[in-house]
């Protein structure tokens, strides 16, 4: 039951992140749910590199038959946070154009004054 828990935990949150994205109107909501998504994939690949009674994986502090973790999962982990970081900052500034330019960060409303 715990083996299953944490992928429970990982799919409760994109589903989380992925109705906030279907259903919010205000888009630093949004910006949050996207942020929010961005962690559970980072969750969710280090729940995949994850081995039970593992080590950390320097090769040359441990034999070549010693249970390490895989580093993989952490590289990619390690890369996915900051392209999120980037990728959040670029929305928080265009959510602050927006803005300025419209006055609202309501989505309808923003549909509305662009015609």
Known sequence: MTGNLIYTVIALLMLISLVALVTQKNIIKICIAISILGASVNFYLVALGYRS?????????????????????????????????????????????????????????????RG
């Open 53 to 113: 009674g593992g080590t950390v994986p320097i090769h040359y502090l441990k034999g070549d038959n010693d249970l390490m973790v895989l580093p993989t999962p952490q590289c990619f982990t390690l890369t996915a946070i900051v392209i999120a970081l980037a990728t959040t900052a670029l929305l928080f500034s265009l959510i602050i154009m927006i803005y300025k330019h419209y006055g609202t960060l309501d989505i309808d409303e923003i549909r509305r004054l």
